[in-house]
């Protein structure tokens, strides 16, 4: 059996892959079942060090890596070298600050010494996603191995060279072989790993239904897990915005990643006083990205990262519109050669309950308005859906802004005037249907350890 990578640009190979057989994979997790207590035994100062010199290695080579990304995935050649900048910012991050979040924690009570000691799980398997093939991994890793756990991943079948990049980059920094290592297998051997007794957690990022069949297994099996799924994230625009500001912000994270991220701004729920002068801002910023080839400078959009994802997009733009919605922008699919998976920029207006926009997550460039008459109905179609991931509004009342974030939104995060974003020094993570569990921060570290009580009479 092997893994194939495609281009989405045109539809070529790039590179077959083998996959590695049950037996290979029974190693892999036997390997770092054996080096787990050593390197559990190694000192913060040398795992500080270790992740220091793998932001180090990240940076030397981000221009091959956002290359790769390119080629495997579609990603613009910048938001490549911005995902690459990123993970080296974790690492250091991590560095930083792993051995304060991890420090004992005393706890007066009757006893002579009591304490809280936060000890390392043991092998921690990473089910990882092609959108940002490197920043969701590395959110994992750098908090997972600076806490003294091993990690495995199991990444997307569409870029299993950035899976072996990741690999290689730890390697050349100096970490143990066995410590971290990659999985080169289909879904149902990743099952088979998360069953293994030596394997003690999962994490996930990834769709809903992937989420839940893989919280399924875990909780069958008394496993920790975090997931990370989908969303729909709402961005409210109220009648005191500053329109041009909102209307730019709402394009970038509408767009990012060529609109293929779980925290991309997804609907806009608009006032009523603003709707007309927003919408139209809205659509001249959108319309202004340019859709090309990702190792093209100044290309801002790349291909969606399949053929197929790129279908049934266009599919659910078709049944939005057959239900009543209108196509403002876009909504076809873009003439180029060969066989690729392009999506230009796109905006749905006039989306109401029951449509698959108001619903669903939409996982590329479309952009779904909503009408709202009032601050009170945009908060109310903003919480109604299954999702709760990111949020955001936007409004000069800063005071207002912050309460209806603080208090009325139901999600993860929730940002005012400003685009959703995951940083390495803030919890991240969703409700609901977009998961539970954090990643990053303090919360982050804390996902993957025993959280244990020490208790001296």
């Given at each position: 059996m092997s893994i194939t990578s495609i281009n989405p640009v045109n539809g070529s190979i790039i590179k077959s892959y083998t996959a590695d057989s049950e037996e290979a994979v029974l190693t892999k997790i036997e390997s770092a079942n054996a080096v787990w207590p050593s390197w559990s035994a190694v000192s913060f100062k040398e795992k500080e060090a270790l992740l220091k010199h793998t932001a180090v290695i990240l940076r030397k080579g981000k221009n091959e890596l956002a290359h790769l990304m390119a080629l495997e995935m579609g990603k613009p050649l910048q938001g490549g070298l911005d995902e690459i900048e990123k993970c080296a910012t974790v690492c250091e991050y991590y560095a930083a600050s792993g051995a304060t979040h991890l420090a004992d924690q005393l706890i007066e009570t009757e006893a002579s010494k009591s304490y809280v000691s936060f000890q390392p799980l043991g092998i921690v398997l990473a089910i990882m996603p092609w959108n940002f093939p490197f920043w969701q991994v590395f959110r994992f890793l750098a908090p997972g191995l600076m806490a003294g756990n091993c990690g495995l991943l199991k990444h997307a079948s569409n870029v299993p060279g950035c899976a072996l990049a990741i690999e290689k980059v730890l390697l050349d920094a100096g970490f143990p072989e066995h410590v971290f290592q990659t999985l080169m297998v289909d879904s149902k051997i990743a099952q088979k790993v998360i069953a293994h007794p030596l394997v003690k957690a999962v994490t996930l990022t990834g769709s809903t239904a992937a989420g839940m069949q893989v919280a399924k297994q875990a909780a069958g099996l008394l496993k920790k897990s975090v997931l990370e799924l989908g969303g729909s994230d709402p961005y409210l625009i109220l009648d005191d915005a500053d329109l041009e500001s909102a209307a730019e912000i709402c394009a970038q994270s509408r767009l990012i990643n060529n609109g293929q991220s779980c925290i991309a701004a997804k609907r806009f729920i608009v006032t009523a006083g603003v709707e007309a002068e927003f919408t139209a801002l809205f659509t001249e910023k959108m319309a202004s990205r340019v859709t090309g080839d990702p190792l093209t400078q100044g290309t801002d959009l790349g291909p969606i990262a399949r053929a197929n994802l790129r279908d049934e997009l266009h599919q659910q733009v078709m049944d939005n519109i057959k239900k009543g919605a209108k196509c403002i922008l876009g909504?076809?699919?873009?003439?180029?050669?060969?066989?690729?998976?392009?999506?230009?920029?796109?905006?749905?207006?006039?989306?109401?309950?029951?449509?698959?926009?108001?619903?669903?997550?939409?996982?590329?460039?479309?952009?779904?308005?909503?009408?709202?008459?009032?601050?009170?109905?945009?908060?109310?179609?903003?919480?109604?859906?299954?999702?709760?991931?990111?949020?955001?509004?936007?409004?000069?009342?800063?005071?207002?802004?912050?309460?209806?974030?603080?208090?009325?939104?139901?999600?993860?995060?929730?940002?005012?005037?400003?685009?959703?974003k995951s940083d390495p020094r803030l919890p991240f993570g969703g409700i609901n249907q977009s998961g539970y569990g954090r990643e990053l921060g303090l919360y982050g570290i804390h996902e993957f350890v025993n959280i244990k009580t020490v208790y001296i009479k």
């Open positions: 909504g076809v699919i873009p003439d180029f050669d060969g066989d690729h998976a392009f999506y230009g920029p796109t905006i749905l207006s006039g989306v109401k309950k029951g449509m698959p926009a108001y619903d669903q997550e939409i996982f590329g460039p479309v952009a779904t308005i909503i009408s709202a008459k009032n601050t009170a109905e945009a908060i109310f179609i903003a919480n109604d859906t299954s999702f709760g991931l990111g949020s955001a509004v936007f409004t000069t009342n800063i005071a207002e802004g912050e309460r209806i974030a603080r208090t009325a939104l139901q999600a993860g995060s929730a940002f005012v005037n400003a685009m959703v």
